[in-house]
Nanobody
Framework: EVQVVESGGALVQAGGSLRLSCATS????????IGWFRQAPGKEREGVSC????????YYANSAKGRFTISSDETKNTVYLQMNDLKPEDTAVYYC????????????????????????????WGAGTQVTVSP
């Protein structure tokens, strides 16, 4: 059974940093796509960043570029999201999700005129971890 479990969320002041972890199990950690998503109250779930295991594709949403870094540790079957220079608008529940078959293993984001990270293309979800950034 595929499982993903997020951790690392906390209350932090603006300008601070957090590292979120996504621990996975139930599949071979060499060919996958893992995405980080977030959902603020009253808003739709949005893609933040993703990474593939075999083809080393990485994507960042505009909101994450220059501040967030995604990485993976194959020895721990874990994907991380390092978040620096946090802003109050980053406040949300952060989810990680996995997909272990299909085109997203080649490119974790959805290609097109406007490249995006689509939650509908990810199959296995964690329960989320709360990130709150105070002004």
């Amino acid at each position: 059974e595929v499982q993903v479990v997020e951790s690392g969320g906390a209350l932090v002041q603006a300008g601070g940093s957090l590292r979120l972890s996504c621990a996975t199990s139930g599949f071979t950690f060499d060919d996958y796509a893992i995405g980080w998503f977030r959902q603020a109250p009253g808003k739709e779930r949005e893609g933040v960043s993703c990474i593939t295991g075999k083809y080393d594709h990485i994507y960042y949403a505009n909101s994450a570029k220059g501040r967030f870094t995604i990485s993976s540790d194959e020895t721990k079957n874990t994907v991380y999201l390092q978040m620096n220079d946090l802003k109050p608008e980053d406040t949300a529940v952060y989810y990680c999700a996995a997909v272990i078959e299909g085109l997203r293993l080649l490119q974790c984001s959805t290609p097109g005129n406007s490249e995006s990270l689509d939650p509908e293309e990810y199959d296995y979800w964690g329960a989320g971890t709360q990130v709150t950034v105070s002004p």
